[in-house]
């Protein structure tokens, strides 16, 4: 089985989730909106957070997009 392209980690200390895209790190996300602007940069230009919240790209490691707290 193939692992989808995009993993949101678990909610670290400060309430942030890691994303990685293609085995690359973007960044730190804050809530669904921070994941939609990087899959907007990742090339995703049309992504808003119902698809960030719909896709099955997204492997939501801790909890999914609702869990933002430690």
Same mark, same amino acid.
């Given at each position: 089985?193939?692992?989808?392209?995009?993993?949101?980690?678990?909610?670290? =200390?400060?309430?942030?989730?890691? #994303?990685?895209?293609?085995?690359? &790190?973007?960044? +730190?996300?804050? $809530?669904?909106?921070?994941?939609?602007?990087?899959?907007?940069?990742?090339?995703?230009? =049309?992504?808003?957070?119902?698809? #960030?919240?719909?896709?099955?790209? &997204?492997?939501? +490691?801790?909890? $999914?997009?609702?869990?933002?707290?430690?």
């Amino acid at each position: 089985m193939v692992s989808p392209p995009v993993v949101i980690y678990p909610p670290d =200390e400060d309430g942030g989730r890691r #994303v990685r895209v293609d085995g690359t &790190i973007l960044g +730190r996300a804050y $809530g669904v909106q921070d994941v939609a602007r990087f899959m907007q940069e990742a090339g995703l230009q =049309e992504w808003d957070e119902m698809d #960030v919240v719909r896709s099955p790209l &997204i492997d939501w +490691r801790g909890g $999914g997009p609702d869990n933002w707290t430690h």
